[in-house]
């Protein structure tokens, strides 16, 4: 049996993590911006019935953009102290 | 000559102690504290547009004369102004004898749209936009939306403009 290849270092795995999570909050935020060109032409095409469901979607999302960035922090400052 | 203090380098280096590419250095929590921030902008431009929604009430059309109803012969056209001065809109007779009004605005970026009677519809020239005459729909090019339409009132011998129908997409 061969043996498993070495895990990557800790800090090098957090660094991942947190790519991972800034990615992930850009995607989110191209949805969102999507979201408000879309709803404002609706809008300002007379059509005002998608103005709330937009709004709650955008506000999940930026809640979302809010969990990813307190765990990237997270992960940033358990990176730090481990650094230190 | 040597430089004074230390000798590690030259005095100003020991008195600017941040490089400038330290300076423009962007942690990865900055970058996402800044996205989450464009993040919050967009919500808030969305519960402005929702704010906007509960707070316009629906506009009151004016009633107002368009023209009367041998002005316009077959084929014929008119041009007015419908609900303000700055919405102008065309009434068209059909081949089928039928009067109807549209707002002039092409539903992709507001060139006015002209009547082809021999093609029976409306041909906007800046993007090539075709709208049926018979009900504003969209017959070919960008416009996603149709021609919203001028709710006409006869009195008379006299035709009025009572309101106007956005239309669906």
């Not at chain 1, 090098?12 to 995607?27: N, Q």
């Not at chain 2, 808030?44 to 929604?53: R, T």
């Not at chain 2, 004016?62 to 700055?86: C, D, I, K, N, W």
Request: glycine share 10%.
């Amino acid at each position: 049996m061969e043996p498993l290849p070495p895990s990557p270092p800790v800090q090098r795995r957090g660094l991942t993590v947190i790519d991972g999570a800034l990615a992930l909050i850009a995607i989110l935020l191209i949805v969102q911006m999507w979201l408000l060109t879309a709803t404002l032409e609706s809008f300002l095409a007379g059509h005002p019935e998608a103005a709330l469901p937009a709004a709650i979607v955008s506000g999940v999302l930026a809640a979302a953009c809010g969990g990813l960035y307190g765990f990237v922090r997270g992960v940033d400052r358990a990176q730090s102290s481990l650094s230190e | 000559m040597s430089a004074r203090g230390t000798g590690r380098g030259p005095l100003w280096r020991e008195e600017i102690s941040v490089s400038s590419a330290e300076e423009r250095y962007v942690s990865r929590r900055q970058l996402a504290k800044f996205l989450v921030l464009t993040s919050v902008g967009m919500f808030v431009g969305n519960l402005w547009i929702l704010a906007k929604s509960w707070l316009t009430r629906a506009p009151a059309y004016p009633l107002r004369r368009v023209a009367t109803l041998g002005e316009v012969p077959v084929g014929g056209v008119r041009l007015f102004s419908y609900p303000s001065a700055a919405d102008p809109c065309i009434l068209i007779r059909t081949a089928s004898g039928e009067l109807a009004a549209y707002s002039q605005k092409c539903t992709h970026l507001s060139c006015a749209v002209f009547y082809v009677h021999a093609k029976s519809r409306f041909e906007c020239p800046c993007h090539q936009g075709f709208f049926a005459a018979q009900d504003g729909r969209v017959l070919a090019g960008p416009p996603q939306r149709p021609l919203p339409r001028i709710r006409l009132a006869q009195r008379g011998d006299e035709l009025f403009a009572v309101g106007v129908d956005l239309g669906e997409a």
